[in-house]
Nanobody, 123 residues
Framework: QVQLVESGGGLVQAGGSLRLSCAVS????????IAWFRQCSGKDREFVAS????????SYADSVKGRFTISRDNAKNTVYLQMLSLRPEDTAIYYC????????????????WGQGTQVTVSS
């Protein structure tokens, strides 16, 4: 059974940083696509970043490029999202998700999801 558990969310001032973690069990992170999505109240879930397959190729939404970094620790089977220079518009619930498909950013392609962690950025 696949399980993803996010942690690391919280309240931070604009310009601050947070690191989110996604501990994965039941699936090997280096053989799948693991992605971070976020969802604001009343809005659709949007792609943030992903790390793909054994090569660990990364992909980012334009809105977070240069500020967020996705990485993983294969030994811990955990994926991270380092977030710098946070802005109020980054406020959302952040979810990690797993997919066996590569090169996808569509939420529908991800069959396993965590419970989410709240990130709130105050101005």
């Amino acid at each position: 059974q696949v399980q993803l558990v996010e942690s690391g969310g919280g309240l931070v001032q604009a310009g601050g940083s947070l690191r989110l973690s996604c501990a994965v069990s039941g699936r090997t992170v280096s053989r799948n696509t693991i992605a971070w999505f976020r969802q604001c109240s009343g809005k659709d879930r949007e792609f943030v970043a992903s790390i793909i397959g054994s090569a660990g190729i990364t992909s980012y939404a334009d809105s977070v490029k240069g500020r967020f970094t996705i990485s993983r620790d294969n030994a811990k089977n955990t994926v991270y999202l380092q977030m710098l220079s946070l802005r109020p518009e980054d406020t959302a619930i952040y979810y990690c998700a797993a997919s066996g498909a590569f090169w996808t950013k569509a939420p529908a392609a991800f069959g396993s999801w965590g419970q989410g962690t709240q990130v709130t950025v105050s101005s």
